[in-house]
């Protein structure tokens, strides 16, 4: 049973427009979220993250939301770049002892300039 | 070179071979991850480790098994190769700050 989950596996958008990458998740134990921006051939990078007690985090062209009582969040690129064209992955840190991260199955953005 | 590198890069190994995949990181990070990424399946966790000699299980541990004798290695090891272990493979480790995880470039390994 997938804790997180990313439903559109892939995402289309012209450049100079807004992209929005969204994720569900089931536990309500979480208390960390992040995006990973992962290119071909290479490992995912840190994107940006968001706290449980927050509603909304902003790093420049990007920005994630947290719908708590949905159980949701998206992230925002606002504008999008051809440069931007990658997977994401959204991920869930349950502030476990281990410090796992549970990660969704990813959505592919293409940016079309 | 700083950071996580890991090898090979690249692998084709036969169905029954133990194949080993390498991970190195030069930041002395405590924990150390592994994960293999599959189509539809994201990233998903299949050993962790919290120091030298410590190391337990994720989400898809069947198969495979660890060590880390050393702070700065932690290999994965496929003790007798089956198919559905092709994949790509990523070594991670968490820096200071309480989420974050630095991943290296991956291993894509083949099992004919």
């Known amino acids: 049973d997938q804790q997180v989950k990313q439903n559109s596996p892939s995402l289309s958008v012209q450049e100079g427009r807004i992209s929005i990458l969204n994720c569900d998740y089931t536990?309500?134990?979480?208390?960390?979220f992040l995006w990973y921006k992962k290119y071909p051939a290479e490992g995912p990078t840190f994107l940006i993250s968001?706290?449980?007690?927050?509603d909304k985090n902003e790093d420049g062209r990007f920005t994630v939301f947290l719908n708590k009582s949905a159980k949701h969040l998206s992230l925002h690129i606002v504008p999008s770049q051809p440069g931007d064209s990658a997977v994401y992955f959204c991920?869930?840190?349950?502030?476990?002892?281990?410090?796992?991260?549970?990660f969704g199955g990813g959505t592919r953005l293409m940016v079309k300039p | 070179d700083a950071g996580i590198t890991q090898s090979p890069r690249y692998k084709i190994t036969e169905t029954g071979r133990q194949v080993t995949l390498m991970c190195h990181q030069t930041w002395s990070h405590s924990y150390m991850f592994w994960y293999r990424q599959d189509l539809g399946h994201g990233l998903r966790l299949i050993y962790y480790s919290a120091a030298a000699d410590i190391t337990d299980k994720g989400e898809v541990p069947d198969g495979y098994v660890v060590s880390r004798s050393k702070t700065e290695n932690f290999p994965l090891t496929l003790e007798s190769a089956t198919r559905s272990q092709t994949s790509v493979y990523f070594c991670a480790s968490k820096g200071q700050l309480p989420y974050e995880q630095y991943f290296g470039p991956g291993t894509r390994l083949t099992v004919t």
């Open positions: 968001i706290s449980s007690i927050k």
């Open positions: 991920a869930a840190n349950g502030n476990n002892a281990g410090n796992m991260l549970t």
């Open positions: 536990n309500s134990m979480f208390d960390y």
